[in-house]
């Protein structure tokens, strides 16, 4: 596996235009929830109103970030909390989640494709799937650097893959 360096240094290589950053500053949490809002709105057979498949696939991806850091985890698994927030309140709000959901996420994608344009670089996905879990993280981590909160990158002493 990438270390969390080198998965933010290859994602940051087709993220570097101004405009494009300011793109992934505001789609990229968009994308996040409404895939969330997707995935919530799939029929599931959890008896819990909490528990669908997008706990469940946050579940999963929180594996990937405690792999990278366990401070990109904690972060992560704030960030997802309230993205899951955010959905529950939609979805309890008696709003069409699937439709807000569909309509969010596809103009966000436009968006980002639109600033991918302007950067003049394919996605980072189109090269790896897991970049999708990256670019929340890659933003994060610009957070805590802002803020002064040092990130441990235990798994740097790891090989890469």
């Known amino acids: 596996m990438r270390t969390a360096t080198e998965w933010f240094e290859h994602y940051g290589q087709s993220h570097t235009n101004p405009i494009n950053k300011a793109i992934h500053w505001v789609c990229i949490p968009l994308i996040v929830v409404s895939t969330l809002g997707l995935l919530h709105s799939v029929p599931h057979p959890f008896p819990h109103p909490a528990m669908s498949w997008a706990t469940l696939t946050v579940l999963a991806s929180l594996g990937f970030y405690l792999r990278l850091s366990p401070t990109i985890f904690a972060g992560m698994a704030v960030v997802s909390s309230v993205s899951l927030g955010i959905v529950m309140a939609i979805a309890n709000a008696g709003l069409p989640l699937a439709t807000i959901s569909a309509a969010v996420f596809f103009v966000a994608w436009l ?47 790891s090989p890469a893959q």
Do not use: C, M, N, T
């Not at 996905?125 to 879990?133: K, P």
């Open 111 to 157: 968006a980002q494709f639109v600033g991918h344009r302007i950067e003049g670089e394919k996605p980072s996905f189109f090269e790896d799937l897991q970049f999708l879990l990256v670019g929340p993280a890659w933003l994060l981590q610009f957070v805590y650097r802002k803020v002064g909160i040092p990130v441990d990158f235990r798994a740097d002493a």
